[in-house]
């Protein structure tokens, strides 16, 4: 893959928000000149992409030469993007929107059967990190339920990469507490691994 690129698009109908949260490998003068020039809002890959909600390569796009949309995607090919990519729209449970993309300097990388197994494999990945961003943010918005004292001690230990009895015989715990403690820090940090739990609890400031 030449770059991954993740566009929250938002909820309650505002979909274009140029300052929507996006993550992208893209070259940092392309994601200036993106902002800079308001691109979101000419961009026939978003369009689709939230009007759509099937995977779709970008050659499928059907743009006319000499308009916008089409003068933006050539002057992309200048900032090394790739020469074939796959977008994936995203619905989250709450009704938000997203879009994730894969882009290759290959040209036939999403042709064929290859197209099939690639929408298998990062739609699975895209839907993660769609729902992951949507828990992040809640949490920011709402708080987070406290985490008990021998919560966050076994949290902060699985963070240092000590195992479950490692951390029972360093808290003096029994193993079942441990297990119970670190389930139940992941359901109040709306993670569904330890590691998830850990990074959630990381970027929160809880440990």
Not at 154 to 163: D, I, N, Q, T
Not at 181 to 188: I, N, Q, W
Request: proline share 4%.
């Amino acid at each position: 893959m030449s770059n991954v690129v993740y566009y929250f698009a938002g909820s309650g109908g505002d979909f274009l928000n140029p300052d929507g949260f996006t993550c992208t490998t893209y070259p940092r003068e392309w994601q200036e000149r993106y902002y800079n020039q308001n691109y979101l809002l000419i961009d026939p890959v978003v369009k689709r992409g939230l009007h759509n909600g099937l995977p779709f390569e970008w050659r499928d796009l059907k743009i006319e030469k000499g308009t916008p949309g089409y003068s933006m995607l050539m002057e992309g090919l200048d900032y090394s993007l790739g020469h074939a990519a796959l977008s994936i729209p995203l619905l989250g449970t709450d009704g938000s929107r997203g879009l994730f993309a894969i882009t290759s300097d290959d040209p036939r990388k999403f042709e064929g059967l290859a197209r099939v197994s690639f929408v298998r494999d990062y739609q699975m990945l895209a839907n993660y990190v769609h729902e992951a961003y949507l828990r992040i943010t809640a949490f920011q918005a709402n708080g987070v339920q406290d985490l008990s004292a021998e919560e966050k001690a076994c949290l902060k230990l699985a963070a240092e990469g000590l195992l479950g009895h490692e951390i029972a015989r360093k808290l003096k715990l029994s193993d079942p507490v441990v297990r119970l403690c670190l389930r139940v820090a992941r359901h109040k940090l709306g993670a569904a691994t330890t590691d998830m739990a850990i990074l959630n609890a990381n970027q929160l400031g809880v440990i």
